[in-house]
């Protein structure tokens, strides 16, 4: 089963296009392959030197002035240098043994994102299983099998797979050593034998993922928690004893805190300074408008706005639209992104097991309470440091709290499978398990989009051959409606559609641009029927006098439309399952006349009966 999982990240990443929608890579070269080079060379900022004409600007850093010279996007400029303002960790741990070991061929970013990923489940099982064991030792293994499944790809890691860049590396070691960190904490808080070791270990991955990712030093109430465990246990006797393991959990995560800050002076003369203000992009990190609306507005995002379910394929698609409730502030960097509670709806178990576990009578089960609010207390701190520090909303950031969240709530699901209580330990138990099937397959789902729809632009053959293998699910649905529905909008402008979470397809399509590359609408019929596509025409003012001709086509029939100004309606013979119908002007633009628009733009898009 691993070894599926490894293929299917691997096969993910293969798969994706690597950019941002902007290329993130300098001279062709990954940035972590840049600054392991400058690592080797013993300096911190990137051997590539800017071009001249970027330094010789009155202000570098404005997009207006150096958009002619187009420099490497988000890389930090400081002093007339380059430096990578994400952190040493990828680097240190995996790109220089990897140079070491390939010869001094570099590592692909992308390879290093599977490896950080593959190797953080490993480690997000082997927490669980350990905990499992260890409280709850009669946990079937159905349970253990959807929960592996869960970890595998309802973490975002598959997600963020999707477009593996710098942004993803950073993002997977700080998630890989988040969860080792955990996951020696536990043992070491549990375990005499070899106790110090896997505290100094954990409290070392501590300090690794706050390298990786600065929000992550907030992990460092996992070794706070893991100390007061040991205390009130009475697993440390002597003042001798509390010594020894205060050292073991305090003085590695210390060393790279104050290495850390070393390196922050090194690159920007600051030990608080990670880069951030001087990035070379669009974005104000620091903007005037945050405080309470941006902690608001992330909130949503990261904890509510649920996700559409929609008959489009993947069927599980993320927010935007529908767009949010409230008013945004102003430059707030939105990508897609839903919200923790939707996508693990099983996290509510945590509010019914947690207080049993911390109540039971049984010594297993009330550490079991401890180490679950231990852990979703970081987890809930997490989602805190993120809403609090960062001016986005995004999908890609889940994967910083989302790992340890989901193994507690997976054991707070377990325990309150097994209650005494027949009838409502089996209410729990199916309930849990169909909450947990969600997320698992929401992960999937989610992931072969990804932000920028990365498969279906790079592999749109492979993409339509699994849309065509799973639209026997859509057609089901409008077998049962009884009516075809409209699922997607592509062409090659940006259609008006305003999208509902209580619509099955597309939303109502406002407007959609055609000309003479063909727009499409994905129809899902219950079975070949005739319908009529109708809307209103508007022709572009450039075009003249002559009625512009539109061409409609389906699988089985071709109908050409004429009209100027007003109404549309063309016939179109539906299959049952999926169809694709092409829109598409074929009249040629007015030689000599450069158009501004399209050709025409269909609005009020719907189907009829013929």
Do not use: K
Not at 311 to 325: G, K
Not at 359 to 388: H, Y
């Amino acid at each position: 089963a691993l070894a599926v999982v490894l293929g299917l990240y691997a096969w993910t990443a293969a798969t994706s296009d690597d950019s941002f929608p902007t290329e993130v890579s300098l001279n062709d070269r990954d940035y972590y392959n840049h600054l392991t080079d400058a690592f080797l060379d013993g300096q911190v900022s990137l051997l590539v030197e800017p071009p001249p004409e970027l330094l010789a600007l009155e202000d570098p850093y404005d997009p207006a002035q150096y958009a002619a010279v187009a420099p490497p996007h988000d890389m930090a400029l400081f002093e007339g240098r380059y430096y990578v303002y994400w952190g040493p960790t990828p680097a240190l741990t995996l790109f220089l043994p990897a140079r070491l070991l390939l010869l001094g061929n570099d590592l692909p970013e992308r390879a290093a994102i599977v490896v950080f990923s593959f190797a953080g489940l490993l480690l997000s099982l082997a927490l669980l299983l350990y905990a499992v064991r260890r409280f709850l030792p009669d946990t079937p293994r159905w349970m253990l099998a959807l929960g592996g499944l869960a970890l595998a790809t309802g973490t975002t890691a598959l997600y963020n797979l999707r477009r593996p860049t710098v942004y993803e590396v950073a993002l997977s070691a700080g998630s890989c050593f988040t969860m080792a960190a955990a996951y020696l904490l536990l043992r070491g808080a549990l375990e005499d034998r070899h106790r110090l070791r896997r505290l100094a270990g954990g409290s070392a991955c501590l300090g690794l993922a706050a390298g990786a990712r600065p929000t992550l030093a907030v992990t460092g109430v996992l070794a706070i928690g893991a100390l007061v465990f040991l205390v009130r246990s009475g697993r440390l006797p002597s003042r001798e004893a509390r010594r020894r393991a205060v050292l073991a959990l305090f003085g590695p995560v210390t060393i790279a805190g104050l290495l850390l800050l070393a390196y922050n002076v090194a690159r920007f003369g600051s030990p608080t300074q990670f880069g951030l203000i001087y990035q070379l992009n669009q974005f104000e990190p620091f903007p005037p408008d945050g405080g309470v609306p941006q902690l608001v507005s992330s909130l949503y995002w990261y904890l509510v706005a649920p996700p559409r379910v929609t008959l489009n394929f993947p069927f599980v698609h993320l927010p935007p639209p529908p767009a949010y409730p409230g008013v945004l502030p102003a430059g707030y960097n939105l990508e897609r992104i839903a919200g923790l509670g939707p996508m693990v709806p099983i996290v509510l178990f945590a509010f019914v097991a947690v207080p049993f576990g911390l109540r039971s009578a049984l010594p297993r089960l009330r550490a079991l309470g401890v180490v679950m609010a231990i852990g979703l207390l970081v987890g809930g701190l997490l989602v805190l440091a993120i809403c609090a520090s960062i001016y986005a909303g995004t999908m890609r950031y889940a994967v910083d709290y989302t790992p340890l969240i989901l193994v507690c709530v997976l054991l707070a699901w377990m325990l309150l499978a097994g209650l005494p209580r027949r009838r409502v330990a089996r209410t729990f138990g199916i309930v849990g398990a169909v909450l947990v099937t969600w997320t698992a397959l929401a992960g999937v789902a989610t992931s072969l989009t990804g932000q920028f729809d990365s498969l279906r632009s790079e592999h749109p053959e492979t993409y339509a051959s699994l849309e065509r293998a799973f639209s026997a699910l859509p057609t089901a649905a409008v077998t049962v409606a009884g009516r075809p529905v409209i699922t997607e909008v592509a062409g090659p402008g940006d259609a008006d559609v305003r999208t509902r979470y209580d619509q099955p397809g597309a939303g109502r399509i406002v407007s959609m641009p055609v000309g003479n590359e063909a727009a499409v609408l994905e129809i899902v019929s219950p079975g070949r029927r005739e319908v009529v596509l109708q809307g209103w025409m508007q022709r572009n003012p450039g075009l003249g006098s002559a009625p512009s001709r539109l061409a409609v086509r389906s699988r089985s029939r071709e109908v050409v439309v004429a009209g100027r100004d007003g109404p549309v309606a063309a016939p179109v013979t539906l299959d049952r399952g999926l169809n694709y119908i092409d829109l598409q002007v074929i009249d040629p633009p007015p030689a000599g006349q450069p158009l501004t628009g399209p050709l025409l733009t269909l609005r009020d898009v719907a189907l009829g009966r013929e």
